[in-house]
C-alpha cells in the first residue's frame, strides 16, 4: 500500500497550489479519503473529507471556501486545490484513507511540506 503526496511547496500569500495523492495497493474506489494537515507545535487537524465515489465533500471550518478536494477514482488520485494561501496554512499536508466518514484512517502518506510566506 502506497499513498505519495506531491505539489507541495512554496507559495506567497494569496496565491494557489494543488496537492495530488497518488494511490495503490488497495481498492482506492472504496475508500474515503482526507486531509490532514499539521504544523510545526501544533496538532493534527482534518483539512478535508471527500466520499469514497466524491459526492460528499466537508471541509474545516479554517478553510472552508478556499480549498476544495477532489478525487479520480479511475486514476486512483485525490486533489486538494488550496486558493488564497494564507501563512497560517503553512505546514505538512498528509493524505490518508478511511474506510468510512470520521474513521481512523487505515492508510497515512508521507506528507508533502507547503509553505505560505512572502
Known amino acids: 500500500v502506497q499513498l505519495v503526496e506531491s505539489g507541495g511547496g512554496l507559495v506567497q500569500p494569496g496565491r494557489s497550489l494543488r496537492l495530488s495523492c497518488a494511490a495503490s495497493?488497495?481498492?482506492?474506489?472504496?475508500?474515503?479519503m482526507n486531509w490532514y494537515r499539521q504544523a510545526p507545535g501544533k496538532e493534527r487537524e482534518l483539512v478535508a473529507t471527500?466520499?469514497?465515489?466524491?459526492?460528499?465533500?466537508n471541509y474545516a471550518d479554517s478553510v472552508k471556501g478556499r480549498f476544495t478536494v477532489s478525487r479520480d477514482n479511475a486514476k486512483n488520485t485525490v486533489y486538494l486545490q488550496m486558493n488564497s494561501l494564507k501563512p497560517e496554512d503553512t505546514a505538512v499536508y498528509y493524505c490518508?484513507?478511511?474506510?468510512?466518514?470520521?474513521?481512523?484512517?487505515?492508510?497515512w502518506g508521507q506528507g508533502t511540506q507547503v509553505t505560505v510566506s512572502s
Open positions: 490518508a484513507a478511511a474506510r468510512g466518514y470520521k474513521m481512523m484512517a487505515s492508510y
Open positions: 495497493g488497495f481498492t482506492f474506489s472504496s475508500y474515503t
Open positions: 471527500i466520499s469514497s465515489a466524491g459526492g460528499s465533500t
